[in-house]
């Protein structure tokens, strides 16, 4: 089933598994490792948040929402951006460069 929210609701949170390429030996995520959402709303305003590292060994990473982050309706889209050792990394990444995970908010009737 697809992810969506309905307009204010804060459950359920938003999970995003990363994959590097090639796979590392062990952990995806490793120790040091901080994830962020760079999250981009429909009205065309950017930020970044913070992810809670849910799961390193499979690269499962999870935003909790809070009070006014799912207040916009429309289609929501985010990168993860990981700052490590080296230079940070973002997910999803395609041949063509960074992509984006997309999200609706429907509108509360």
Do not use: K
Request: net charge negative; proline share 10%; glycine share 10%.
């Amino acid at each position: 089933m697809a992810y969506e929210l309905v307009q204010g609701a804060l459950l359920p949170p938003l999970r995003i598994q990363v994959t590097r390429s090639p796979a590392p030996v062990g952990d995806v995520l490793l120790p040091g490792d901080v994830c962020e959402l760079r999250w981009r709303r429909p009205d065309g305003t950017t930020g970044l948040v913070s992810l809670v590292v849910e799961d390193a060994a499979t690269g499962v990473v999870r935003r909790d929402w809070i009070d006014g982050d799912t207040d916009l309706p429309g289609e929501h889209r985010a990168q993860v951006v990981i700052n490590g050792a080296t230079t940070p990394e973002v997910f999803p990444s395609g041949e063509d460069g960074p992509e984006w995970v997309s999200w609706p908010i429907r509108r509360r009737l």
